[in-house]
């Protein structure tokens, strides 16, 4: 056997594209044994992605790339973005593997990415699937004892290959039935970046993604707490796609248990929030520039009072003696009024989340 | 060949580009599809998709904060 099907067709193999260096490299590993490669990559809504910081007017002189996309074009090869956001859902809000050091399900997250390509390599006549997974790259998910629980939970089993660490773990379909050379695989394991930009190196990938906190807003200390605020603030853990974006974007206060105030930071932030501006009570100084304010709660008058004094103290007005706030209901209502602006020492930490 | 328009606005990429690889599905080769977005990484990340997997870009259009991409499917 070979890397035909004995039609004279190329063997297929999809490759779970993350934007990465390690996926990137196991994909072009494969594609260059004569192998048919697509790449395939999911859209949690959590996503890390160069332009969700974009917004925000500082980073506009920055390229604004989907990695997977500039991956799969530096590779030449087909990418199918799927849009997990609904059944991803119940792999953070029930993680069959607990949590990783924040709100990251990363194991139950792998099982469920390799499970969703498992089935469209099935719906699509694909043969198997190509991870960039390294042993001991990551704590939770990619480590020797790890890996054969996603193969399993994924029902994936022995079609899922791992060409960077293969030659450390047992030979897969893949590997025994001949369509890829086993020999020409790799033995990568450890944290160590080192080998796979000397591998980058040797294929001429310059300016590849190095993400330091990975690909998820999950991995994010801060993101976490703010979507454990939101759980404990419904009582339950629910989300929609709104949600989980907005936690993205602002400067996030919890004034009172009953809602909290997310405010832009600049006009590019101000712009997006003015989005959402028939959801969400939400509030600008109109006396002086400042930022546009969403109310997510259910707020009363003391609330919107306090929240105006706050908006107060994030525009420009801030060491004036009063600054005036337009006040507008989800209906295109507007209420003016003039608020004096909190001072630091007014605002408790806590309320930052 | 037809003309089509999808509307992308409010969307953050990948969600545009998700949209017109949904959308595309359902058209015919030659038909043109009019994509209204707001996330100005849809300039870079829509016809970079179009390079991808054969279509062909038409028109880039900004207009205030909204920017209109036209494609033609291949």
Redesign the interface.
């Known amino acids: 056997m070979d890397a035909s099907d004995g039609l004279n067709e190329p063997r297929k193999a999809i490759a779970l594209i993350s934007g990465g260096l390690d996926s990137m490299l196991a994909a072009r590993l494969i594609a260059d044994q004569g192998i048919h490669v697509e790449g395939i990559?999911f859209?949690t809504g959590f996503?890390v992605?160069?332009?969700?910081h974009?917004?925000r007017n500082q980073h506009?002189a920055k390229?604004?790339?989907?990695n997977?996309?500039?991956v799969?074009?530096r590779l030449n090869?087909?990418?199918?973005?799927?849009?997990v956001i609904e059944q991803y859902k119940d792999v953070v809000i029930n993680p069959k593997h607990g949590y990783g050091a924040n709100m990251n399900p990363c194991l139950g997250c792998k099982s469920f990415m390799v499970g969703k390509a498992r089935q469209w390599m099935e719906q699509n006549g694909f043969d198997f699937i190509i991870t960039g997974e390294v042993i001991g790259q990551r704590p939770k998910s990619q480590r020797r004892d790890t890996m054969p629980v996603v193969a399993r939970e994924s029902g994936a089993f022995d079609r899922l290959l791992r060409p960077l660490c293969a030659r450390l773990l047992p030979p897969t379909l893949p590997e025994r039935e001949g369509w890829v050379n086993r020999e020409k695989l790799l033995r990568m394991n450890g944290r160590s970046r080192k080998p796979q930009m000397a591998l980058a190196k040797q294929f001429g990938f310059r300016d590849y993604a190095q993400p330091a906190g990975g690909c998820c807003f999950l991995t994010d200390k801060r993101y976490s707490h703010k979507l454990a605020d939101l759980w404990q603030s419904r009582g339950e853990k629910r989300y929609d796609l709104d949600d989980i974006?907005l936690l993205k974007v602002g400067r996030h206060l919890r004034p009172r248990a009953n809602f909290k105030l997310i405010v832009g930071r600049d006009d590019g932030e101000n712009?997006f929030l003015h989005?959402y501006r028939r959801q969400y009570v939400h509030m600008f100084p109109t006396s002086h520039k400042g930022p546009l304010v969403l109310v997510n709660g259910t707020a009363d008058a003391s609330d919107l009072q306090l929240a105006a004094r706050l908006t107060a103290r994030f525009s420009q007005g801030k060491e004036d003696e009063e600054v005036t706030v337009a006040v507008c209901n989800t209906e295109g209502g507007q209420q003016l009024v003039a608020v004096r602006p909190m001072s630091p020492a007014e605002i408790p930490g806590d309320w930052y989340l | 060949m037809s003309r089509h328009e999808l509307d992308a606005r409010r969307l953050l990429c990948p969600l545009p580009v998700i949209r017109v690889q949904e959308k595309v599905k359902t058209l015919e080769r030659g038909d043109t599809l009019d994509v209204l977005c707001s996330d100005p990484g849809a300039l870079n990340d829509i016809p970079a998709w179009c390079r991808i997997n054969g279509h062909k870009l038409i028109d880039t259009r900004s207009e205030g904060h909204h920017i209109t991409i036209t494609i033609e499917v291949g």
């Open positions: 990559n859209y996503c992605e160069g332009h969700t974009a917004i506009r390229p604004k790339r989907n997977a996309l500039w799969a074009e090869i087909k990418l199918h973005i799927i849009d974006m712009n989005g």
